[in-house]
């Protein structure tokens, strides 16, 4: 409706007035300057109610998230902190990061925790959602309890999971001891980041698992039929069919579970407080630290932000690459 | 060529219905071993909140026995009432709750407007607009934590319930899935009204939103589950004991020193009291929260 008028105000040439005349009898009367006036007013009057209704998230928006985005690029170039003052000092925070043993650290460790705790989550989720989608009773409570650990805040989870792995009475060591194992250190430096992969799974696997039950009884039942009745077996109708037409919904996981999986700051924080030593100290973990320093590191927390920051853009570029190619096909 | 064909024509009954007394006895085998599969998983899944609620009955002399305790009879109530009478817990709740529920109300009118906007009306600047929010839409507070507080610090709102409230509001993920319901919904209504003069807004709040309620609810799952959950920019924008949010007064419990289960385990189960209830209550939408990623593209 609105394109019409605008094309309308824009009688380039003098077959343009012809079309309109045949188009919109009535509009004839009217001369180019009261056409375009018009053609104004209203597009004005369109623009404001648009932003009326776009504006205060927009703000919002602007405010919390473009500024603080663009603030990351500008606070990794100071030196200093945030109350005392800082001063401009280029690139530098970029030299002396990868000098921080514990910046190397919490990058490495970040990295590993990401490799140790998605592909177990995903994959666990993948088959538990297959096995709900095929049962035919008792669907909705399984999925009540698959889920509900989605459903503890970090802060709470890791509570409990210091509880789990305590040494003298936690479950694990319980479970061990009526097993006839050796009790273990959970919270060792070489166990205490598997360990935080673990929480990660028993807390995001529900969630995954409910993101692929909804996918798997969508696919066409047909298919399957036709496959079945070809003598397909259960594997190679998975190998096959289920997992080509997941494919993208399994792209789509695996990105969003890595950004998600690049921010991991509360568990680690409460469970071991990034050690011991700084076996479990993430990259937020280290921001945190940098950014509440009495040293004034501000600059550094900035830095490691950014590259975060960097890490977690491409890989949303690459989402929306996906989804636009699934979208074009 | 027709020869094998006639052949294997006459053998398909007697094949199917062997293969369907097979795929009879094959289908209950799988359905019970499903649900041994997913008795298991439940089980496992769900250890760790009988643990702790178990722990939290224990007083802490008991916790140590050996054989381990499985249910604590009679139960130990001294955890709870310590924890509801002798910590900020109640108040850590009342702040959780006041400020997700803000939240929540206000970007249901934020997002669904936006989303409206970006659904229905042309202006200039929409991709721009569109682009920047979805280009940001994965970009995490923390990540943010430096340049965040410095503008709520020029605000004046750190350690206020404003800073709290303001800075989630610029997530952009609700806009994109009210734009996405409000793209499904039906036009006739909404033409009618245009035809009859009703403006924007009228058409927004008296036919769109009544529509967009099943999806309100989802976005209002979305954003309050999001919240309640929320501590990393609590911690950090809020200082004096008042302010503290469930998460923050929780954590600051552990780090308090000395170490307390009974009033830990307490505290863990007393969290999730609130959002378990939510989730009786709303499995659907709870459930749906899963897929909020998947609708939007």
Redesign the interface.
């Known amino acids: 409706?609105?394109?019409k008028v605008a094309t309308a105000s824009n009688p380039s040439a003098s077959l343009g007035s012809e079309t309109i005349v045949s188009a919109r009898p009535r509009r004839v009367a009217l001369s180019k300057e009261e056409h375009r006036r018009l053609a104004h007013g209203r597009n004005a009057r369109?623009?404001l109610?648009?932003?009326?209704?776009?504006g205060?998230?927009?703000l919002?928006?602007c405010?919390?998230?473009?500024?603080?985005?663009?603030?990351?690029v500008?606070?990794s170039m100071q030196s200093g902190g945030?109350?005392t003052g800082s001063t401009f000092v280029g690139l530098n925070n970029f030299i002396t990061l990868p000098d921080e043993v514990t910046a190397g650290a919490a990058i490495a460790n970040t990295l590993t925790f990401a490799l140790m705790s998605i592909p177990p989550a995903l994959i666990l989720a993948l088959l538990?959602a297959m096995?709900?989608a095929?049962?035919?009773h008792?669907g909705?409570?399984?999925?009540?309890?698959?889920?509900?650990?989605v459903?503890?805040?970090?802060?709470?989870a890791a509570?409990?999971?210091?509880?789990?792995t305590?040494i003298?009475?936690g479950?694990f060591n319980?479970v061990l001891q009526v097993v006839g194992l050796p009790h273990q250190v959970w919270l060792s430096v070489g166990n205490a980041l598997p360990v935080l992969a673990a929480l990660d799974v028993?807390r995001n696997?529900?969630?995954?698992t409910?993101?692929f039950y909804?996918?798997v009884i969508g696919l066409p039942e047909e298919l399957f039929q036709a496959a079945a009745l070809d003598g397909a077996n259960a594997l190679r109708r998975f190998r096959h069919l289920t997992l080509p037409l997941l494919r993208p919904?399994i792209m789509?996981a695996i990105i969003?579970a890595t950004?998600w999986g690049l921010?991991i700051?509360?568990t680690p924080?409460?469970l071991t407080d990034g050690g011991p030593g700084t076996a479990t100290t993430t990259v937020?973990l280290q921001?945190?630290r940098y950014?509440l320093s009495a040293s004034g590191q501000?600059g550094l927390?900035?830095a490691i932000?950014l590259a975060?920051?960097v890490a977690?853009?491409a890989?949303?570029?690459v989402?929306?690459r996906l989804?636009r190619g699934?979208?074009g096909t | 060529m027709s020869a094998p064909t006639a052949a294997r024509r006459r053998d398909i009954p007697q094949a199917v219905a062997s293969r369907r007394r097979r795929g009879e006895l094959n289908a209950r085998l799988?359905?019970v071993f499903?649900?041994l599969?997913?008795i298991l998983?439940?089980i496992t899944?769900?250890?760790?909140?009988f643990?702790?609620i178990t722990?939290s009955l224990k007083d802490s002399g008991s916790?140590?026995h050996y054989p381990?305790q499985w249910l604590p009879i009679p139960p130990y109530l001294g955890n709870y009432q310590k924890l509801i009478f002798d910590s900020g817990f109640p108040r850590w709740m009342a702040n959780t709750l006041f400020v997700a529920s803000a939240v929540t109300t206000l970007k249901i009118f934020?997002?669904s407007?936006?989303g409206?906007?970006?659904a229905k009306?042309?202006?200039?600047g929409?991709r721009v607009?569109f682009g920047?929010?979805?280009?940001?839409?994965?970009?995490?507070i923390?990540?943010?934590?430096?340049?965040?507080?410095?503008?709520a610090?020029q605000?004046g709102i750190l350690d206020t319930y404003w800073g709290l409230i303001?800075?989630p509001?610029?997530?952009?993920l609700g806009?994109f899935l009210m734009r996405q319901f409000i793209l499904g919904l039906p036009k006739d209504l909404e033409n009618a009204a245009?035809l009859d003069g009703v403006s924007?807004?009228g058409i927004?709040w008296r036919i769109i939103l009544p529509l967009l309620k099943p999806g309100l609810v989802v976005l209002a799952v979305v954003i309050f589950?999001d919240q309640?959950?929320s501590?990393?920019w609590p911690?950090?924008s809020t200082t004096s004991n008042d302010m503290q949010v469930?998460?923050?007064g929780?954590?600051s419990?552990?780090a308090k020193g000395g170490v307390d289960?009974g009033l830990?385990?307490a505290?863990?189960v007393m969290?999730?009291v609130p959002?378990?209830i939510f989730?009786f209550a709303l499995?659907r939408q709870?459930?749906a929260r899963?897929?909020a990623?998947?609708l939007k593209?």
Do not use: C
């Open positions: 409706m609105g394109s369109r623009e109610t648009a932003w009326g209704f776009l205060p998230m927009f919002f928006f405010v919390f998230l473009v500024i603080p985005t663009v603030g990351v500008w606070w945030m109350v538990i096995v709900l095929r049962v035919k008792g909705a409570v399984y999925r009540f309890l698959v889920y509900l650990p459903l503890v805040p970090g802060v709470v509570l409990i999971w210091i509880f789990l305590n003298d009475f479950l319980t028993w696997v529900g969630y995954w409910i993101f909804a996918a919904m789509f969003i950004i921010q700051f509360d924080l409460i937020i921001v945190w950014a501000v927390a900035a932000s975060l920051l977690i853009l890989l949303t570029a989402q929306l989804l699934r979208g | 799988e359905q499903g649900h599969i997913l998983v439940a899944l769900s250890a760790p909140f643990y702790v722990t916790l140590f381990p934020l997002d407007m936006a409206y906007a970006l009306l042309e202006f200039r929409k607009v920047l929010m979805l280009g940001l839409l994965m970009v995490p923390g990540v943010l934590l430096v340049p965040l507080w410095s503008v610090r605000l303001l800075p509001l610029a997530n952009p806009v245009r924007e807004f927004y589950t309640y959950m501590f990393i911690l950090v469930l998460t923050v929780v954590a419990l552990r289960f830990w385990s505290a863990a969290s999730m959002i378990a989730f499995q709870f459930l899963s897929l990623g998947a593209q």
